[in-house]
């Protein structure tokens, strides 16, 4: 069911975003050579609690099913995922080298409204890492702008990923096609799914109070990917580097509005 939110109800995903920013700029603070992906993560809790919100990944069990306790629950506030690992990348004792390029997600609850979003950074700061991960981080950036700039009343769904996938072509870079953006609201995930390529269906139009999570996956090499044995880790199975950026946005008659941003 696609749901549109009133002003009142993207105000309360305003503060949501604006924890998930405020999370992902102290982690580009934080990171450095040597930091375990586990400390991020700590960090990133530690700020999600303070600022009034819960982590929406803790406990995650996919549709709206949330349980702590259960062994295969998500077990982090973030994910991190690490050079050829694209999402979903579990936070632990790895400690990160200068170089790898770094993608980290968060996802807050305000009040009972979702945030959700995402940037790769380089550990050791823009200029660390080779000239490839560079563009590739860069051009995943410019695809998730572009993609949000589609995002507008009356234009298509499928124009979201049209942006997002020429960004791609253009550069050279493959697309991740198994994995979407989505509707967001008091749901993390909610309908419809938001391809980061054109499907050619002119299924939906875009109107205003429609809430997306915009994410776009990118990879130096093939598109094909896999899970590894810990369930959650999606990789590239020719382990080329991939890059992700993810905004919440909430369409408005004047157009789209980034809500993940401080
Ligand atoms: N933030 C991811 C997304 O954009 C979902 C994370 S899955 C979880 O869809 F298990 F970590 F919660
Ligand atoms: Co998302």
Request: contains cysteine.
């Amino acid at each position: 069911m696609i749901t549109r939110k009133s002003r009142a109800e993207i105000a309360k995903m305003r503060s949501a975003g604006r924890i998930v920013a405020e999370v992902l700029a102290l982690v580009e603070e934080s990171l450095r050579p040597g930091i375990s992906t586990a400390e991020l993560d700590a960090l990133a809790e530690r700020h999600i609690r303070a600022a009034g919100g819960t982590p929406s990944f803790l406990g995650y069990l996919g549709g709206r099913k949330y349980d702590v306790t259960n062994p295969h629950a998500y077990k982090a506030s973030t994910c991190i995922s690490i050079d050829h690992e694209i999402v979903h990348g579990i936070p632990g004792d790895r400690e990160i080298k200068a170089g790898a390029v770094v993608s980290v997600d968060v996802g807050a609850i305000y009040d009972g409204w979702h945030g959700d979003g995402a940037r790769t950074f380089i550990c050791g700061g823009p200029e660390a890492g080779t000239a490839a991960a560079r563009q590739l981080v860069e051009s995943t950036r410019l695809a998730t702008m572009a993609g949000i700039a589609a995002a507008r009343p009356g234009a298509h769904l499928d124009d979201i990923g049209t942006a997002v996938e020429a960004v791609a072509r253009e550069r050279g870079f493959g697309v991740v096609r198994g994995y979407t953006g989505h509707g967001i609201g008091t749901d993390m995930h909610e309908d419809p799914s938001v391809p980061n390529y054109r499907t050619g269906r002119r299924t939906m139009k875009l109107e205003p109070g429609l809430c997306l999570a915009i994410e776009p996956m990118f990879m130096l090499g093939h598109e094909e990917t896999a899970v590894m044995p810990d369930g959650w880790t999606v990789v590239t199975v020719d382990r080329s580097l991939a890059a992700h950026f993810e905004h919440t946005i909430a369409i408005t008659a004047d157009g789209p509005e980034i809500l993940t941003r401080v």
